[in-house]
């Protein structure tokens, strides 16, 4: 199984993005179940909010937070301090929106993408109330930085999340953040 633990502010995203990665797992072969599970704090706009999500190739029967995850998302560097990185496996790699190694990781020989989602959504125009929402931009790092989904199996969870009217924009965010993440190591 692999379990992902995803750190966010309300408004931008994060419980709709790891719903479209758990979709786009159902799109690989290698898995066959997956679920997203999200944990709201006061649920308001701006407010951390944490995701988890597992996929496997056998039934799914944990339905709780994750807490020793293989890999984590960070779409709000701000709220690094907020994942206990002593629980996110060393061979995994974290997902950052930025373009420069947190302090924390320098040395560690973590295996760190980074990406500067915000810049990528806000080009695309993808703001709401003032949000910047990075969630596909984010999956499109995650794709990239993991290899565990496609591009175009993220792709195809978009389309079908989004549909025909919504899914343009969001499709570019994903494949842009997939072009331009920089993968390292720490």
């Known amino acids: 199984m ?9 408004g931008s995203g ?3 993005g790891a719903k479209i990665l758990a979709d786009a797992a159902m799109h690989e072969d290698k898995f066959g179940y997956s679920q997203a599970i999200p944990k709201y704090g006061s649920e308001r706009r701006g407010a951390a909010v944490e995701a988890y999500v597992r996929f496997d190739n056998k039934p799914i029967r944990l339905h709780s937070p994750v807490y020793d995850a293989d890999h984590a998302l960070v779409l709000d560097e ?6 206990d990185f002593d629980n996110v496996s060393k061979d995994g790699v974290v997902i950052i929106n930025s373009t420069k190694i947190p302090e924390q990781f320098k040395g560690s020989g973590r295996k760190i993408a980074l990406v500067d989602a915000t810049r990528i959504s806000q080009d695309l125009g993808l703001v709401l109330s003032g949000f910047t929402l990075v969630n596909m931009t984010m999956l499109g790092a995650f794709a990239k930085g993991t290899e565990i989904v496609s591009i175009e199996n993220l792709v195809k969870a978009i389309q079908d999340f989004w549909g025909e009217k919504r899914a343009p924009k969001n499709v ?15």
């Open 78 to 83: 701000s709220l690094i301090d907020r994942i």
């Open 172 to 186: 570019e965010a994903a494949k842009r953040a997939f072009e331009e993440t920089k993968v390292v190591i720490a």
């Open 2 to 10: 692999i379990e992902i633990i995803q750190i966010s502010r309300g």
């Open 14 to 16: 994060g419980v709709t």
